[in-house]
């Protein structure tokens, strides 16, 4: 058998998709390329945000939406209504994974909470999508890429001496908790063929941008001190890696 006659290695895995925007949309894409079904759950009368971002395709579709929702099916539910929640359980109840990012509370509202679900469902790998840890202080706060860049440390390692911090030129931190958020799920998915149960999953996207500063992280720590933002960090690896003029024969 080649590979191109092989089946993808998540077919017949079904997940349900009630992210919006970035991070989770970008998480249940990386399953769909793998060969999982993945039904997006839209608002009837709004959709993804994300449907007015970027450059307009048609009607109801733009550059940023696509870009994020490739290889989906979708259905609108209102879930504001009894109709929209029992619909929504009834297809939790049939998915392997459930993924949302719900306000703080939001998903256990609706019934759509993990508690709630592996009732309904006992082999389900939920996967919720938070700014903060979800068990912390910071639990009920909003969490926005930009925002955790500064807070994770990330702008003070991007721009140039001398300069005001600068964000990364797109939302690195959505897109990290959403490959993050994906690996988690596989993780889980793996894990269940040996116990046959599911699993909760929390994802926070200030634990995650804390992940990208890596190396950086731990020498803040290790040094007890803050490094001003204005300055840029020199990049600590072996090879010598800065940008200069190119040299023109």
């Known amino acids: 058998m080649t590979n191109e006659s092989r089946a993808l290695p998540l077919a017949g895995v079904k997940v349900l998709d009630f992210s919006r925007v970035l991070a989770g949309p970008w998480c249940a894409m990386v399953l769909?390329?793998?060969?999982?079904?993945?039904?997006?759950?839209?608002?009837?009368?709004?959709?993804?945000?994300?449907?007015?971002?970027?450059?307009?395709?048609?009607?109801?579709?733009?550059?940023?939406?696509?870009?994020?929702?490739?290889?989906?099916?979708?259905?609108?539910?209102?879930?504001?209504?009894?109709?929209?929640?029992?619909?929504?359980?009834?297809?939790?109840?049939?998915?392997?994974?459930?993924?949302h990012n719900f306000k703080f509370g939001g998903a256990e509202k609706l019934g759509l909470g993990y508690d709630a679900l592996a009732e309904l469902n006992p082999r389900l790998v939920h996967c919720a999508i938070s700014?903060?840890?979800?068990?912390?202080?910071?639990?009920?706060?909003?969490?926005?890429?930009?925002?955790?860049q500064g807070e994770a440390g990330l702008m003070a390692l991007n721009g140039e001496a001398g300069q005001p911090p600068l964000k990364f030129?797109?939302?690195?931190?959505?897109?990290?908790?959403?490959?993050y958020s994906a690996q988690a799920i596989l993780a889980a998915l793996y894990e269940r063929h040996a116990t046959g149960r599911g699993r909760r999953i929390e994802m926070a996207l200030f634990?995650?941008?804390?992940?990208?500063?890596?190396?950086?992280?731990?020498?803040?720590?290790?040094m007890r001190t803050r490094r001003a933002t204005a300055t840029r960090i020199r990049r600590s690896c072996r090879m010598a890696c800065s940008t200069r003029p190119m040299a023109r024969s």
């Open 207 to 222: 634990d995650c941008g804390l992940m990208i500063t890596a190396y950086y992280g731990l020498d803040a720590l290790l």
């Open 32 to 99: 769909a390329d793998f060969g999982a079904e993945v039904i997006k759950v839209e608002h009837p009368a709004r959709g993804d945000d994300t449907r007015d971002w970027g450059l307009r395709i048609g009607d109801t579709e733009t550059t940023y939406f696509n870009s994020v929702n490739r290889s989906k099916r979708s259905i609108c539910l209102d879930l504001q209504t009894d109709e929209g929640q029992r619909l929504a359980r009834e297809l939790a109840a049939q998915a392997d994974v459930v993924l």
């Open 169 to 179: 030129g797109v939302a690195a931190v959505d897109l990290f908790t959403g490959m």
């Open 131 to 148: 700014g903060y840890d979800r068990s912390g202080a910071e639990a009920a706060r909003p969490g926005y890429d930009l925002v955790v």
